[in-house]
């Protein structure tokens, strides 16, 4: 960049209108919102402000301070370590691309190199950003680069934990592909992956070091180039060219642009890769619902596996259940899958919020009353009780119920006759009772504030629906039932939550529980441009997931410290110590082969 020039960024390609902004300011902002010097909105944006990044000065450059994960600095010469956005480099936003240009004064025309790499870098971009599925955008990815290169042929591979590496081949026979796929010790492959950075090996059959690579002698190479696929700091696959004729070599230009399109190729094969896996594990966590889960009620964890067998025995009978559990943990849904799975699930399930009706109407609500009963009874009204006949009654919230309707209710459960308001002459009636509180019940009954024989009345079989916190692990499967659900009900495609989001989201509070994370999902899947969720979709501060320890691994941590110290006041003498503490020899022995603590 000349002293005449001027900066601007470009946006080239994605979900944001298209335009030129200069570079003029000491700092410019880029995101969503009049606040910003680069506002990218969507014509159609109406959600709230977003900051992607900051663009600070630096001689004749910008340095980029990023304030969402994926924005980040494509350098256009590959061997520029710096990470100051220059003219002719690519700047990736979420859901869209932007490019640095250098604009001459008038008369001056001149193309630069760089500036047509990075053009033909856009249009290979423009290209892959349509395919989906791994297989469309590799096939896509390996063709461009194989007809600027003209090279003869080419591979990627890409190494999955614990799993066969995947290998996708272009200008490759089928065996050549399988022949591939079983020798995984490949000296130049391993030599990238190692080292996580590309290499050219100018004549193959003459190279000391890689000549007898099997993919030289395989497919009979005699060049070849070699890249490493990366994210975050990790190298995930490798993109591998060759040449099989000796008149043509690959050469250091070539190699410059195979790092180039390897990297932005990372940024797009790493996301698609991402979005497949978590597609195949929604399917097969879809699948274990089938066989984990009961009706609505889904989760993997073993609190609510507890919960799917004790519904499983308690709806075989009309034994009376309370639920207890913090507010959006799911009460009424454990109630209506224990109705569901009854003999009474052909007749009505009648639901009553104790907490939502005022005093003086809820006893009216509850037992009816009769015509001229009190102002305003202008006809005889059945009660929720009454309407329950031979289904089942679920009273939510029941420990908001007022002192003088427990008495009235404890009759009808001892008795099973209900006599309205104003009335005297009870019915018989033939019900189920469930309830359901939040509440502290026992310490309710010793404050005086509930009838300690209708506890022990209505405490029969007990269920405690556990917080979201305690279920280790159901967070995934939830999200992705909810997810599915709204994209249904909204008329939305089915958004995912990246790897990093899950992984927050299980170390997060949810002081809402499950109701909590319903809301927040579907706010999301509105809100959100993409097609993969963050944590900040989801307007959770990533400081308050914080990776907390588990009560039992804690213990577990303590008895192992307790244990040493023992040991250590014994002078390693297992039998001392194991007599000191009172415990069998072979416990002190299993913390000993344990090594020392991590």
């Known amino acids: 960049m000349t002293e005449s020039q001027t900066l601007y960024l470009n946006i080239l390609a994605g979900a944001y209108p298209e335009g030129r902004y200069a570079l003029s300011k000491p700092i410019v902002t880029i995101g969503f919102g009049a606040g910003h010097d680069i506002d990218v909105r969507p014509t159609d944006y109406d959600g709230p402000t977003k900051t992607f990044g ?107 934990p614990n799993k066969t590496d995947m290998v996708y081949g272009l200008n490759l026979k089928q065996p050549d592909v399988n022949e591939l796929i079983t020798r995984r010790s490949d000296t130049i492959v391993e030599h990238v992956y190692r080292k996580k950075e590309a290499i050219l090996v100018h004549s ?133 899958e224990i109705h569901r799975h009854s003999h009474r699930s052909a007749k009505p399930l009648v639901v009553l919020n104790c907490g939502a009706i005022p005093e003086n109407l809820l006893e009216s609500e509850l ?101 979201l916190r305690e279920r280790h692990g159901d967070i995934r499967l939830l999200s992705d039932k909810m997810l599915k659900q709204f994209s249904d009900e909204l008329g939305v495609s089915v958004k995912t939550l990246s790897a990093d989001t899950l992984n927050q989201m299980e170390n997060y509070t949810w002081p809402g529980n499950v109701r909590e994370l319903q809301n927040r999902l579907k706010r999301a899947m509105v809100m959100t441009d993409g097609d993969v969720i963050s944590i900040e979709d989801l307007e959770i501060d990533p400081e308050t997931c914080v990776e907390t320890e588990r009560l039992q691994d804690a213990v577990e941590h303590f008895r192992r410290r307790y244990v040493m110290a023992a040991l250590a006041r014994n002078g390693g003498n297992r039998t001392h110590t194991a007599k000191e503490l009172g415990v069998d020899p072979r416990t002190v022995f299993r913390y000993l082969e344990q090594g020392p603590e991590k």
């Open 367 to 467: 037992f009816g009353h009769v015509k001229g009963a009190f102002t305003g009874a202008e006809q005889n009204r059945a009660g929720q009780i009454l309407s329950a006949h031979e289904g089942t009654l679920f009273l939510d919230e029941i420990g908001e119920m007022p002192l003088p309707l427990q008495v009235k209710l404890l009759r009808v459960l001892q008795e099973r006759m209900v006599t309205p308001v104003g009335g005297d002459k009870p019915k018989q009636v033939d019900i189920r009772v469930l309830a359901a509180t939040h509440r502290d019940l026992p310490q309710m009954v010793k404050d005086g504030l509930f009838r300690e024989d209708l506890y022990y009345r209505l405490n029969v079989i007990q269920i405690v629906s556990p917080p």
């Open 204 to 336: 193959a059959t003459d190279d000391t070091i890689f000549s007898a690579a099997d993919s030289v002698l395989n497919l009979k190479l005699s060049s070849v180039m070699c890249a490493p696929l990366m994210k975050e700091g990790r190298a995930f696959g490798v993109v591998y060219l060759g040449h099989n004729q000796f008149a043509h070599h690959f050469d250091d230009a070539g190699l410059r642009i195979l790092k180039i399109y390897a990297g932005i190729g990372s940024l797009l094969l790493s996301d698609a890769l991402d979005i497949a896996r978590l597609k195949e594990e929604r399917q097969e966590l879809q699948d274990h619902i089938q066989t984990h889960g009961i009706g609505q009620l889904v989760g993997l964890s073993s609190p609510m596996q507890n919960i799917v067998q004790t519904i499983k025995k308690v709806s075989a009978t009309d034994v009376t259940v309370l639920i207890r559990g913090e507010t959006g943990t799911g009460k009424e849904l454990i109630a209506k």
């Open 54 to 160: 900051l663009l600070s000065r630096v001689g004749r450059g910008y340095r980029l301070q990023a304030q969402m994960p994926g924005v980040q600095i494509v350098k256009s010469a590959f061997d520029d370590a710096s990470d100051t956005l220059v003219a002719s480099d690519l700047l990736v936003l979420p859901n869209g691309l932007a490019q640095v240009e250098s604009i001459e004064p008038e008369g001056h025309t001149t193309e630069t190199s760089e500036e047509h790499l990075g053009r033909n870098l856009l249009a290979f971009f423009n290209q892959l950003v349509g395919h989906q599925e791994p297989a469309d955008l590799i096939d896509g990815f390996l063709g461009g680069l194989i007809a600027l290169t003209k090279a003869e042929s080419g591979f990627i591979l890409i190494r999955r």
